[in-house]
């Protein structure tokens, strides 16, 4: 078993690449996040997120159903115990896309119990600024600046991960991250 977590600023391509990661390798699986968000266009219950109010989220929170949670642009995100050991159980390679203070609180709580691999996504300001645009979500002038000015703090955090990968090239990253896995699953066995 092992947690491959992808990080970078909202645009940097994370949900894309853990869906390409999906389709592409038996072993794989997702881990849905928790979001008091609306869906956007084409994001259905239980793939990427499971949508719940911000009422739910936090009574969740005060039940201490996530092993951690983030309000966000917003908006609550959270890990849920109860996904997460049972994803663990099933013994896959479970890809999951979360910010820079989950990733922070994730390994704080389960780097002594499982194996974990961390890469930050990351993504030029001009780049981000233009995906963010064409992402369909509508987002305002205001939201893209919001999300925009998050890329220095999420930046400051890169010392972190195990791996940084400039995703400029969606095909190259995929290939590098999957032999980031690879790798790291040979190294798990000796």
């Known amino acids: 078993m092992m947690?491959?977590?992808?990080?970078?600023?909202s645009g940097a391509g994370k949900d894309?690449?853990?869906?390409?990661?999906i389709r592409t390798m038996?072993?794989?699986t997702s881990l849905p996040s928790y979001t008091s968000r609306k869906p956007r266009p084409g994001e259905e219950e239980g793939d990427?997120?499971?949508?719940i109010s911000k009422e739910e989220f936090?009574?969740?929170i005060k039940e201490e159903e996530f092993y951690e949670y983030d309000l966000h642009h917003e908006n609550y995100y959270g890990t849920s115990r109860k996904l997460l050991n049972e994803k663990i159980e099933s013994g896959k390679i479970i890809v999951k896309d979360i910010e820079v203070n989950g990733t922070q609180n994730l390994i704080r709580l389960l780097k002594d119990d499982t194996k974990?691999?961390?890469?930050?996504?990351?993504?030029n300001e001009q780049e981000l600024r233009t995906r963010l645009k064409n992402r369909g979500d509508n987002l305002s002038a205001e939201e893209i600046d919001l999300r925009i000015g998050r890329l220095k703090y999420e930046e400051s955090k890169i010392t972190n991960y195990d791996y940084v990968i400039k995703n400029d090239n969606f095909e190259k990253t995929v290939a590098i991250i999957k032999t980031i896995i690879e790798q790291e699953k040979k190294l798990e066995k000796e």
């Open 3 to 9: 947690l491959v977590i992808l990080s970078g600023v």
């Open 16 to 21: 894309t690449i853990k869906k390409e990661l």
């Open 26 to 28: 038996d072993e794989v």
């Open 48 to 51: 990427a997120y499971h949508f």
């Open 58 to 60: 936090e009574q969740r």
């Open 116 to 123: 974990m691999v961390t890469i930050f996504l990351k993504v």
